[in-house]
Nanobody
Framework: QVQLVESGGGLVQPGGSLRLSCAAS????????MGWYRQAPGKQRELVAQ???????NYADSVRGRFTISRDNAKNTVYLQMNSLKFEDTAVYYC???????????????WGQGTQVTVSS
């Protein structure tokens, strides 16, 4: 079984910064992509940023230039550095990983439990 454990959420003022971390543990044969999604009240979950094993990244237009995703492949950990935070960044942030547990397993999608990020003055 694979678990994703997030940390780093909290309350921050507009213009401030936060860093989220997500560590994947358990039976992991290969990791394809790790990333972050968010869901604000009354809205659908949306992609924030993701990073593929080879290094390519993908960002939502609303965060490009302010957020930076990075990975430590040896630790199966993904980070999200969030700078210049805005009110509209307030949401529950979910870690996501697409991976293969064994060589003969199909790829599966896993989610963390979510961490709250609140931007407020």
């Amino acid at each position: 079984q694979v678990q994703l454990v997030e940390s780093g959420g909290g309350l921050v003022q507009p213009g401030g910064s936060l860093r989220l971390s997500c560590a994947a543990s358990g039976s992991i044969f290969s990791m394809y992509v790790m990333g972050w999604y968010r869901q604000a009240p009354g809205k659908q979950r949306e992609l924030v940023a993701q990073m593929y094993s080879g290094g390519p990244t993908n960002y939502a237009d609303s965060v490009r230039g302010r957020f930076t995703i990075s990975r430590d492949n040896a630790k199966n950990t993904v980070y999200l550095q969030m700078n210049s935070l805005k009110f509209e960044d307030t949401a529950v942030y979910y870690c996501n990983a697409r991976l293969r547990e064994r060589a003969v397993s199909p790829t599966n999608n896993y989610w963390g439990q979510g961490t709250q990020v609140t931007v407020s003055s």
